[in-house]
C-alpha cells in the first residue's frame, strides 16, 4: 500500500538530548513537511522540502533540523536546543505545491 | 502576517442535530482546504474549494467559499456519531502555495 510511514508512534527525550523522528514516503511526491501540533491549535509548520537536498524553514523552525537526501525520506531532528518539545508532531508530503496534503500517523514526543 | 482563524473552537451536539464550523482569512486565499482528524489519528483531506462563491457536497457535509475568497463553512447535516472528530480548514500562504496556514480547529463530539 502506498502511503506514509512515521517512526517511533511513541518517543521519549531527556532533557539535553537530540532525537530523531523519521518519516518515509513511497508516493513518489516531491514536496514533504513537518508540522508540529499542540492540543487545542492548529497545525504549524516547521519545515518543508520541495526537492531532494534542499529545504525551507516553516514558521518555528528554531530548535528544529531536517535533512532531505533521497525523495522518499526526511527525517526531523528535535534538538536540545528546543525548550518545549512535547508535542504531536506529523509528517505531511504532496506531489504538487498547494495540492492535498497526505499525513502519516504522526509522532507523539514527550520529555522525561 | 496571514491568519486563519476557525470558530467555534469546540462543539457538542446531540446526534442527529447539525453542525457548522466557520473559517475566516485576514487575506484572500486562492483556495482553501477541508481536513478532518479523528482522535488519536491523523488529518485526512476532505475538499478543495477554488472558485469564488463554490458550494460542494459530500453526502452530508456541505462546503461553501465566500464570494471574496476570505472565509469558508462546513455544515454537517444530521450528525452521526462517526462525524466525531476535529475539523480543520487550511489555505495556501501568499509567497508559495505549498505552505498551507492552519485555522485552530474546530472539535465536534456527539452525544448519542
Known amino acids: 500500500d502506498g502511503g506514509i510511514t512515521q517512526s517511533p508512534k511513541y518517543l521519549f527525550r531527556k532533557e539535553g538530548q537530540n532525537v530523531t523522528l523519521s518519516c518515509e514516503q513511497n508516493?513518489?511526491?516531491?514536496?514533504m513537511y513537518w508540522y508540529r501540533q499542540d492540543p487545542g491549535q492548529g497545525l504549524r509548520l516547521i519545515y518543508y522540502?520541495?526537492?531532494?537536498?534542499?529545504?525551507q524553514k516553516g514558521d518555528i523552525a528554531e530548535g528544529y533540523s531536517v535533512s532531505r537526501e533521497k525523495k522518499e525520506s526526511f527525517p526531523l531532528t528535535v534538538t536540545s536546543a528546543q525548550k518545549n518539545p512535547t508535542a504531536f508532531y506529523l509528517c505531511?508530503?504532496?506531489?504538487?505545491?498547494?495540492?492535498?496534503?497526505?499525513f502519516g500517523s504522526g509522532t507523539q514526543l514527550s520529555v522525561l | 502576517g496571514q491568519q486563519v482563524m476557525q470558530i467555534p473552537q469546540y462543539q457538542h451536539v446531540q446526534e442527529g442535530e447539525d453542525f457548522t464550523t466557520y473559517c475566516n482569512s485576514s487575506?484572500?486565499?486562492?483556495?482553501i482546504q477541508w481536513y478532518k482528524q479523528r482522535p488519536g489519528g491523523h488529518p485526512v483531506f476532505l475538499i478543495q474549494?477554488?472558485?469564488?462563491?463554490e458550494v460542494k457536497k459530500q453526502k452530508r457535509l456541505t462546503f461553501q467559499f465566500g464570494e471574496a475568497k476570505k472565509n469558508s463553512s462546513l455544515h454537517i447535516t444530521a450528525t452521526q456519531t462517526t462525524d466525531v472528530g476535529t475539523y480543520f480548514c487550511?489555505?495556501?500562504?501568499?509567497?508559495?502555495?505549498?505552505?498551507?496556514?492552519f485555522g485552530q480547529g474546530t472539535r465536534l463530539t456527539i452525544n448519542p
Open positions: 474549494l477554488v472558485k469564488s462563491g
Open positions: 522540502s520541495q526537492i531532494v537536498n534542499d529545504f
Open positions: 508516493l513518489n511526491h516531491d514536496a
Open positions: 487575506t484572500t486565499l486562492s483556495n
Open positions: 487550511a489555505g495556501p500562504r501568499i509567497q508559495g502555495a505549498q505552505k498551507l496556514v
Open positions: 505531511a508530503s504532496s506531489p504538487l505545491r498547494g495540492e492535498k496534503l497526505f
